[in-house]
Every structure is written in structure tokens, then in C-alpha cells.
């Protein structure tokens, strides 16, 4: 039997925030992004089945609409969070939702991971 992910470590109203800063500071201005969140054996077996890296990780994102012209908001895709693996649920959400906005920390100069600084940094109050 599959282990309940620790759901009291999700705030809803955070992990909202984070995906609405995220989107912002992507220059996306309306789309929608679904964050589910489970257990680690669940998280590997997705990881094995789209990236074939047969261990558990942090976030895994999928998108669904490219970038092109919709018609009302777009349906950037699913976010999905181990939080056994993760120390930062908001960081997830944040890190997940770039990705679903076109960024992509393993073939760019660093320009993902220093966006999600500055809005992690713009979250926590800090300037960014």
C-alpha cells in the first residue's frame, strides 16, 4: 500500500502565490496550473515513465498548451510535488511552474534558477 503524502506541509494559499509569482515573473499573464502532490513512490514511477531517472525527485512538471495565441486562458499543465523530497513546497511550486512557462534550468545559463531566486526572494519579502 502506497504511503499518504504528508499533506499538512501544503498551504494552499502559498503554493497559489508562488505559481501567480512564477507566471508573473515568466510574463504569463493568465493560464492555469494544476499542483498535486504525492508520495514518493508515486514520484518515481512518474520520473522513471518521462525522463527515465529511476529514482524519486522534488517536482516534475507537464505541460499542456504551447506557447502560441489561445483563447482565454492557457492551460499550462501540471505541477507534482513529492513533499518527502522537497524542503521547500513553495520553492516546487515556483521551480514547476517555470518549467511550465518554456524555462528549462538544464540547458539554459542559469537564467531559470536565477529567476526563481529573485521570486522566492520577492515571496519571502526580500528584495529581489
Known amino acids: 500500500m502506497a504511503e499518504v503524502p504528508d499533506l499538512t506541509r501544503l498551504d494552499p494559499d502559498a503554493s ?3 505559481a501567480e509569482a512564477a507566471l508573473w515573473a515568466a510574463g504569463v499573464e493568465d493560464g492555469h496550473v494544476a499542483v498535486t502532490v504525492v508520495d514518493a513512490d ?3 514511477r512518474l520520473n522513471t515513465a518521462y525522463r527515465g531517472v529511476e529514482r524519486p525527485t522534488d517536482v516534475l512538471s507537464f ?3 504551447g506557447a502560441g495565441p489561445t483563447a482565454g486562458p492557457r492551460e499550462l499543465g501540471d505541477v507534482v510535488i513529492c513533499p518527502e523530497h522537497t524542503s521547500d513546497i513553495e520553492e516546487a511550486v515556483v521551480h514547476g511552474a ?3 512557462c518554456g524555462h528549462d534550468h538544464e540547458v539554459d545559463s542559469g537564467e531559470m534558477l536565477a529567476l526563481q531566486e529573485r521570486v522566492m526572494a520577492s515571496l519571502r519579502g526580500a528584495p529581489g
Open 16 to 18: 497559489r502565490r508562488a
Open 42 to 44: 508515486e514520484i518515481q
Open 63 to 65: 505541460p499542456v498548451d
Open 98 to 100: 517555470l518549467h511550465l
